[in-house]
């Protein structure tokens, strides 16, 4: 059974100030806490409504009622099993390799499918604008299925952290040069941007080459690709052409 002080310590991590202040956040489902698990990362505790196996000793795992479940989780449908780890220590990367940034990424699903595409792909650096949504969001978190402890994630000025490169900087934009006509590099810097906006003006200015994935439609009418569908397109390519 849950004391209130336990439910009402796991429920604040909902809110991101919470999670900075304890350097913790929620996983849910088995799939996920085990790939978890089975990381660098450290386990705080795991609570369960039945007895599950992972490998990990008894006295870090508390059975609760399904009812006391619902309490603390951030499913609509609590998935048997919530746990609570300790964050990984990313630091800004140094290495010339290729790399994604992310200006002002909101979207949970979004940011969580990019680092698996990142972990899919081999990328191990994903810069992300202080505005990104925080990678240890429930719904982000759920989305990686595991991948965020492979995939090195630092919060930065993205603006200052470009200025500061050496390194090329690719930005997806609808005017820039066909991505299937383009000489790609091993290493530099792909942005992706904003569900809505795009690459913001700032960002755009520290650009240093532009691409684009070409329509092939007949009519021609769709405005955008969903960002997380835009970065799957266009790490292929660049794997490919290397």
Avoid at 53 to 61: G, L, Q
Wanted: a neutral charge; proline letters at 2%; hydrophobic letters at 40%.
């Amino acid at each position: 059974m849950l004391t209130k002080n336990q439910i009402k310590y796991i429920t604040q991590l909902k809110q991101k100030k919470f999670r900075d202040l304890n350097k913790v956040f929620v996983a849910e489902g088995f799939k996920v806490i085990n790939e978890l698990l089975n990381s660098t990362l450290q386990l705080e505790h795991i609570y369960t409504t039945k007895q599950l196996n992972f490998t990990i000793s008894k006295e870090f795992v508390t059975e609760i009622t399904e009812a006391d479940l619902k309490k603390i989780s951030s499913l609509t449908t609590p998935n048997d099993c919530l746990a609570v780890f300790k964050m990984k220590e990313d630091k800004l990367p140094q290495v010339s390799r290729l790399k994604i940034a992310l200006d002002n990424v909101r979207d949970p699903g979004n940011l969580g499918t990019i680092i698996r595409l990142c972990d899919w792909f081999g990328i191990t650096d994903l810069i992300c604008s202080n505005e990104t949504v925080d990678v240890y969001n429930t719904k982000v978190v759920q989305a990686t299925m595991g991948s965020l402890t492979r995939v090195n994630i630092f919060y930065t000025n993205l603006a200052d952290y470009l200025k500061d490169t050496n390194e090329p900087v690719y930005g997806t934009f609808m005017d820039g040069t066909n991505i299937y006509k383009t000489d790609l590099p091993t290493s530099g810097i792909i942005v992706m941007g904003n569900e809505a906006n795009g690459i913001s003006a700032e960002i755009e200015a520290l650009v240093t080459a532009k691409i684009a994935i070409p329509r092939f439609g007949d009519i021609q009418q769709t405005e955008s690709l969903n960002v997380a569908t835009a970065t799957a397109i266009i790490l292929s390519e660049f794997k490919r052409s290397n």
